[in-house]
């Protein structure tokens, strides 16, 4: 039986070949662990310590790693449709002003079971309608997305800053942060929810914002698999002029892909708004909806993809954080350097590894059915 008939398994795909690219970005970084004096086995055991080790620790995992599922899903719905939307740092800024926003003009008013609903209505109407411009100029004016999605985060950069110095800063506030929210615009924290029930948990960051983010797996996988729109989403994604010859409108599909995408994105905001830091503040995004493309890419854009990337990820950053503080040779700045080598193996060299792996994967199947054949 010739190997050229041996269909490659998708387990390879999305199982394998990720799992050989993150091996190599640390491989990669422990060379440079070594370089510089650092056994790269005992950085290991503080990373994966400081991630895991303690129920503080797997709070701050668990938060990171629920922003990364929020952008990581915004980046694969679009990816679906054939758009690279680079936007989800600007998306989820502007998804966590209308939270902010929302919440500074009602929380006097409502109790907190009408402003969560309306405030996730909120991220996701902001987030949408952000998106929804490169979309618009996408479709009907034949404008990139990716060069209109870049300059929208700087766009949404810029007026977040104006808006908080000019607009909604705290009068007599030296820091450009708005008031802090009343009581029922705090989504409850994790440890507190324990603590209803009589259960001790270390304080951190991670709320309820973590199953909001559980729940938009399942509705991801359930539009994206299960509905018409995503079906028309994929056929554009995979073939734009078949799409056309079965009758399905690309435009439409670009500013639907683009829409739910920025909605998505924009529930970044109802973590740290709303979850975490109570009031509007500058630079909350940190860099999740530029690491949200590499999660998708991980993550070959489904939702259990994304989960187990994005955990990898809050991993490497609440890891790495301690990595930093307890090794003195290991900087911030290398921190980020192997995060970087994770997103450049997993991003930019996702396939590098593709032909070799599938290669040895036909060799060691043509070994074995060789025998088989003989006897036969």
């Given at each position: 039986?010739?190997?050229?008939?041996?269909k490659?398994p998708?387990?390879?795909?999305?199982?394998?070949?990720?799992?050989?690219?993150?091996?190599?970005?640390?491989?990669?970084?422990?060379?440079?662990?070594?370089?510089?004096?650092?056994?790269?086995?005992?950085?290991?055991?503080?990373?994966?310590?400081?991630?895991?080790?303690?129920?503080?620790?797997?709070?701050?995992?668990?938060?990171?790693?629920?922003?990364?599922?929020?952008?990581?899903?915004?980046?694969?719905?679009?990816?679906?449709?054939?758009?690279?939307?680079?936007g989800?740092?600007?998306?989820?800024?502007?998804?966590?002003?209308?939270?902010?926003?929302?919440?500074?003009?009602?929380?006097?008013?409502?109790?907190?079971?009408?402003?969560?609903?309306?405030?996730?209505?909120?991220?996701a109407?902001?987030?949408?309608?952000?998106?929804?411009?490169?979309?618009?100029?996408?479709?009907?004016?034949?404008?990139?997305?990716?060069?209109?999605?870049?300059?929208?985060?700087?766009?949404?950069?810029?007026?977040?800053?104006?808006?908080?110095?000019?607009?909604?800063?705290?009068?007599?506030?030296?820091?450009p942060?708005?008031?802090?929210?009343?009581?029922?615009?705090?989504?409850?924290?994790?440890?507190?929810?324990?603590?209803?029930?009589?259960?001790?948990?270390t304080?951190s960051?991670?709320?309820?914002?973590?199953?909001?983010?559980?729940?938009?797996?399942?509705?991801?996988?359930?539009?994206?698999?299960?509905?018409?729109?995503?079906?028309?989403?994929?056929?554009?994604g995979?073939?734009?002029?078949?799409?056309?010859?079965?009758?399905?409108d690309?435009?439409?599909?670009?500013?639907?892909?683009?829409?739910?995408?920025g909605?998505?994105?924009?529930?970044v905001?109802?973590?740290?708004?709303?979850?975490?830091?109570?009031?509007?503040?500058?630079?909350?995004t940190?860099?999740?909806?530029?690491?949200?493309?590499?999660?998708?890419?991980?993550?070959?854009?489904?939702?259990?993809?994304?989960?187990?990337?994005?955990l990898?990820?809050?991993?490497?950053?609440?890891?790495?954080?301690?990595?930093?503080?307890?090794?003195?040779?290991?900087?911030?700045?290398?921190?980020?350097?192997?995060?970087?080598?994770?997103?450049?193996?997993?991003?930019?060299?996702?396939?590098?590894?593709?032909?070799?792996?599938?290669?040895?994967?036909?060799?060691?199947?043509?070994?074995?059915?060789?025998?088989?054949?003989?006897?036969?």
């Amino acid at each position: 039986m010739s190997t050229a008939s041996v269909k490659i398994p998708v387990w390879i795909d999305v199982g394998l070949i990720p799992l050989v690219n993150i091996a190599l970005a640390f491989l990669v970084s422990g060379v440079i662990l070594f370089a510089i004096g650092v056994d790269p086995l005992q950085a290991v055991e503080i990373i994966l310590y400081g991630a895991f080790g303690y129920d503080e620790a797997l709070g701050y995992t668990l938060y990171y790693t629920t922003n990364f599922v929020f952008t990581g899903l915004a980046v694969a719905v679009a990816f679906h449709a054939g758009l690279f939307n680079i936007g989800g740092e600007g998306q989820a800024y502007i998804g966590g002003l209308g939270v902010g926003l929302g919440i500074l003009a009602l929380d006097p008013y409502l109790p907190f079971i009408v402003l969560l609903p309306l405030s996730i209505l909120l991220a996701a109407a902001f987030g949408a309608a952000w998106a929804a411009i490169p979309a618009y100029l996408q479709a009907y004016r034949g404008s990139h997305i990716v060069i209109t999605t870049i300059m929208f985060n700087f766009i949404a950069a810029a007026l977040m800053v104006y808006l908080m110095v000019n607009v909604l800063i705290q009068p007599g506030n030296m820091s450009p942060e708005s008031r802090e929210f009343a009581e029922a615009g705090h989504l409850p924290f994790v440890h507190e929810m324990f603590g209803w029930f009589g259960i001790a948990v270390t304080p951190s960051p991670l709320n309820l914002s973590a199953v909001w983010a559980a729940v938009c797996c399942v509705l991801v996988y359930l539009f994206i698999w299960r509905t018409r729109w995503g079906y028309e989403i994929r056929t554009v994604g995979a073939n734009e002029t078949a799409a056309v010859y079965a009758g399905i409108d690309p435009k439409k599909v670009v500013m639907l892909a683009m829409c739910v995408s920025g909605a998505l994105a924009g529930f970044v905001g109802i973590n740290e708004v709303m979850g975490v830091h109570h009031r509007l503040l500058l630079n909350f995004t940190a860099g999740y909806g530029f690491t949200g493309i590499a999660v998708a890419l991980m993550g070959r854009n489904h939702p259990i993809g994304i989960v187990l990337a994005s955990l990898l990820f809050g991993m490497l950053y609440q890891g790495g954080a301690e990595l930093a503080f307890e090794e003195p040779k290991v900087t911030r700045e290398m921190v980020v350097t192997i995060q970087g080598l994770v997103i450049l193996f997993s991003g930019a060299l996702a396939y590098m590894m593709k032909g070799p792996v599938e290669r040895a994967y036909l060799r060691i199947v043509g070994m074995t059915q060789r025998p088989a054949a003989q006897e036969g």
